[in-house]
């Protein structure tokens, strides 16, 4: 069935550091992907998405581009900060699934100052 | 516009008990999903709603798990009896679009239950 792999956490980077969270997926048809974030205390949040291969979402520093040939998603920012500290979901969905969300287990991103 | 909103946010209850947890979805959005979050993984759905019509219920332990969609708004989801292993988030969602569309879910804060 669709499933999402996501690096395994928790991530401690300092502030300014460069990061990649990897994010593979598996699915039968030709889905939408997306980056949720989960900050302390906090519901989920969408941070970018894609609907298409090639494309690219971007949100508050973040990007991630849709890799059909290699079937990855990865999250990426140039500089991360403090207030970037929180727990960062995968997720794909397609028309097929009637729109629901399948998520990867997470990843919990700390950054120091 | 108003966010979804969740009720309780927290609950704590013996097992075989039972519970009940409220979603309020946003104004105007058709379709609704519950998920289940157990600590350490990513949200699971539980069931999905367009309007007041399940679409798909498939992963909803029915034997203990129920849930409803009164008049498209609203919806309530039951936990009876509960067990130590239903300790989780479990968190709404809505989105504007009808199924078949890929659109954004908006989620809510989430409800922490703890069976012990």
């Known amino acids: 069935g669709d499933s999402v792999t996501q690096m395994e956490g928790p991530v401690t980077l300092s502030e300014e550091a460069f990061l990649t969270i990897n994010c593979t997926y598996t699915?039968?048809?030709?889905?939408?992907l997306f980056w949720y974030v989960q900050y302390p205390g906090e519901g989920l949040q969408l941070l970018l998405k894609?609907?298409?291969?090639?494309d690219k979402g971007s949100n508050k520093g973040f990007e991630a581009t849709y890799r059909k040939e290699t079937t990855s998603f990865h999250l990426e920012k140039g500089s991360v900060q403090v207030s970037d500290s929180a727990v960062y979901f995968c997720?794909?969905?397609?028309?097929?699934?009637?729109?629901?969300?399948?998520f990867g287990k997470g990843t919990k991103l700390s950054v120091k100052p | 516009e108003a966010g979804v909103a969740q009720s309780p946010r927290y609950k704590i209850i013996e097992k075989r008990q039972s519970v009940a947890f409220w979603c309020n979805p946003i104004?105007?959005?058709?379709?609704l999903y519950w998920y289940q979050q157990i600590l350490g993984q990513g949200p699971k759905l539980l069931i999905q709603?367009?309007?007041?019509?399940?679409?798909?219920d498939s992963q909803l332990p029915k034997d203990r798990f129920s849930a409803e969609r009164l008049k498209g708004v609203d919806s309530t989801l039951k936990i009876q009896p509960a067990k130590l292993e239903d300790s989780a988030v479990y968190l709404c969602?809505?989105?504007?679009?009808?199924?078949?569309?890929?659109?954004?879910?908006?989620f809510g804060p989430g409800t922490r239950l703890t069976v012990l």
């Open positions: 969602a809505s989105s504007l679009a009808g199924t078949r569309v890929i659109d954004t879910q908006y």
């Open positions: 709603f367009q309007n007041n019509g399940v679409v798909d």
């Open positions: 699915a039968t048809g030709y889905p939408s």
């Open positions: 894609a609907t298409k291969a090639d």
């Open positions: 104004s105007g959005h058709a379709t």
């Open positions: 997720a794909l969905s397609w028309g097929g699934s009637q729109g629901n969300l399948i």
